[in-house]
């Protein structure tokens, strides 16, 4: 069984930093993509940033290229997101998704969540002002 915890949530100033962590379990990161998602009160779900754990290639949404980092550490079946110069808007709860042999490109899962298997109960992550 594929699991995925998430941690790293919590309070944090406009223009702090947080990381948040993706715990695997159940599968190695051989073929997959494992992404960043955030859904914010009263809105829609959005990906945020995705990496492949075959050639650790990534993609970013437009609205947080340039402040997140997405990267992977292999040996410890762990993602994370280092989220830097962060703004209000940038508050929602966190999901980690996996999908295990992705038959689409990175890039289509990143827009297309629906077609992640995997979700963590999501971390949230609450910018002040």
């Known amino acids: 069984e594929v699991q995925l915890v998430e941690s790293g949530g919590g309070l944090v100033q406009a223009g702090g930093s947080l990381r948040l962590s993706c715990a695997a379990s159940g599968f190695t990161f051989d073929d997959c993509a494992i992404g960043w998602f955030r859904q914010a009160p009263g809105k829609e779900r959005e990906g945020v940033s995705i990496?492949?754990?075959?050639?650790?290639?990534?993609y970013y949404a437009d609205s947080v290229a340039g402040r997140f980092i997405i990267s992977s550490d292999k040996a410890k079946n762990t993602v994370y997101l280092h989220m830097n110069s962060l703004k209000p808007e940038d508050t929602a709860v966190y999901y980690c998704?996996?999908?295990?042999?992705?038959?689409?490109?990175?890039?289509?899962?990143?827009?297309?969540?629906?077609?992640?298997?995997?979700w963590g109960k999501g971390t949230l992550v609450t910018v002040s002002s």
């Open positions: 990496i492949s754990c075959s050639d650790g290639n990534t």
């Open positions: 998704a996996a999908e295990e042999s992705p038959f689409w490109g990175i890039s289509w899962y990143l827009r297309n969540a629906h077609g992640m298997d995997t």
